[in-house]
């Protein structure tokens, strides 16, 4: 009787089973992952999320959408890794940096500002301006009243604190009236060199409760007066010094109001349609030329919650103020406004 040939039977070594499962585990879950990623399901759940900050302000909800962003962009690395290799990603990455590059230098070439794209962050230019606007920046010139000083007469402005004195309410028994008052709160007559005009200004809350709070409507030098307003005046980016207040938001979008030329220097006052003080009389200094990032000629309304999204900004930059009022703007929604009356003095009695 002829043999029988048994076939050979190809042995497996210890837990190589366990190997090969724990791969198809592996590969299974890559691919699970992949088509949850392919289906842009969640950049649904990011613009979802979007929409309900937009709704309730909230900053959970802020804090979730930038974590979603957080999640999209490492599985589009991890998906890139695993697909074409570390060095294929790598180089993907490479050129999707280069083109942003291109584009931003491009951009801020054509533009001529190193800075063609900026986002605000704040309330204080309610209502030309809301929280989340992307805004499109172009250098050149500032558009303002222009008055010029000698050298010596900016240096005695400064010297006697004049740019910051603020505009305050003098109680008596039966009016509240509006007045000057310097660094140390005394009231103060205007300097015939340089000065600020004051009224009581109309506000509204959200809730449509109407309050009148000091604010500075004019700037005086020389004996010239030059009245606020938004008619050929630019609305420019800067960025302020370090040790400016509310420096740690960012660059400052506001209303260029009046510059004053002296000495060869230029120094640009500014102040946000929906604050009641310049910004140098809270603290800041005056806007050199050289901290101007450009002028706003194109406003995008909410694409610029992205950015702030990305830069941690979820909840609105405030900034109280001796009056009690919110520089920056104190309402969430943005919902608080001047009414546009003014007043020197109003009777209580």
């Known amino acids: 009787m002829a043999d029988i040939i048994k076939p050979h039977m190809a042995s497996r070594k210890p837990g190589e089973d366990a190997i090969q499962q724990k791969k198809q585990e592996k590969d ?8 949850v990623n392919d289906s842009k399901i969640l950049w649904v759940l990011l613009f979802a999320l979007f929409l309900l900050y937009m709704v309730f302000k909230s900053m959970f909800v802020a804090a979730g959408a ?21 060095g294929g990603e790598v180089k993907e990455m490479a050129l999707a940096i280069i083109v942003a590059l291109v584009i931003w230098y ?19 230019m309610v209502p030309a301006l809301e929280r989340g ?5 172009q250098g050149g010139e500032v558009s303002a009243p222009l008055v010029n000083m ?7 402005v400064r010297q006697k604190g004049l740019p910051g004195q ?3 309410v003098c109680r008596s028994e039966t009016t509240d009236s509006a007045c000057l008052i310097d660094g140390n ?15 009581l200004c109309e506000r509204r809350n959200a809730e449509g409760q109407a309050s009148y709070i000091p604010c500075t409507t004019e700037i005086t030098v020389k004996n010239r007066t030059f009245k606020f307003g938004t008619n050929r005046r630019d609305t420019i980016v800067y960025a302020p010094r370090p040790q400016d207040p509310f420096a740690r938001s960012g660059e400052i979008v506001h209303r260029a109001q009046l510059k004053v030329g002296a000495d060869g220097e230029e120094y640009i006052f500014t102040k946000g349609d929906n604050n009641n003080w310049l910004d140098v009389q809270i603290g800041n200094m005056p806007v050199v030329p ?32 001796d009056s009690g009022f919110s520089l920056l703007g104190d309402h969430p929604e943005c919902a608080e406004s001047f009414t546009g009356t003014q007043a020197i003095k109003i009777d209580r009695g």
């Open 150 to 156: 000698t050298g010596a007469e900016w240096d005695m």
């Open 290 to 321: 050289d901290r101007v990032r450009g002028r706003v000629i194109v406003r995008m309304p909410y694409i610029g919650y992205f950015k702030l999204f990305i830069s941690g900004l979820f909840e609105l930059v405030q900034g109280k103020a």
């Open 66 to 86: 930038a974590l979603m962003i957080i999640i999209i962009v490492g599985l589009e690395i991890w998906i890139g890794v695993k697909t074409g290799g570390l």
């Open 28 to 35: 299974d879950e890559f691919r699970y992952v992949k088509a």
């Open 185 to 199: 709160g005394t009231v103060v007559m205007p300097d015939p060199l340089f000065s600020y005009g004051c009224s």
């Open 133 to 137: 606007d992307m805004l499109l920046l």
């Open 106 to 124: 491009g951009a801020g070439f054509l533009l001529n500002t190193p800075s063609p794209l900026d986002a605000v962050v704040s309330c204080s």
């Open 166 to 168: 603020k505009c305050a």
